[in-house]
């Protein structure tokens, strides 16, 4: 099966695609973010990652570069509240 993921346009896709495009996404942000990948690391390693669990990825649309990290910020900033902190958002989330 082949599929285009568009990483941020979600409303645009019907719900499985949606949900890939979110993993794919969250994926991206996260090695960039936290493993200081480079943006085509993090892209070849979210391949990786989907292409394992027997899906083709045929197509990346990268719209914003500063969202992939944004994503990763809210990720972290979801785990701190998670762990009983408040750390107000406007302060946490950069860029």
Not at 3 to 29: F, V
Not at 46 to 66: H, L, P, Q, T
Request: glycine share 8%.
């Amino acid at each position: 099966m082949k599929i285009k993921a568009s990483l941020y346009q979600p409303k645009r896709y019907a719900r499985w695609e949606c949900h890939l495009e979110k993993d794919i996404h969250k994926l991206i942000g996260d090695c960039l973010y936290f493993s200081g990948a480079t943006k085509e690391e993090a892209i070849q390693s979210a391949v990786s990652y989907i292409e394992s669990k027997g899906i083709v990825i045929g197509e990346f649309e990268i719209v914003s570069e500063k969202a992939l990290v944004l994503s990763a910020q809210e990720q972290a900033l979801k785990s701190y509240r998670e762990k009983g902190g408040n750390m107000p958002t406007e302060t946490y989330l950069w860029g």
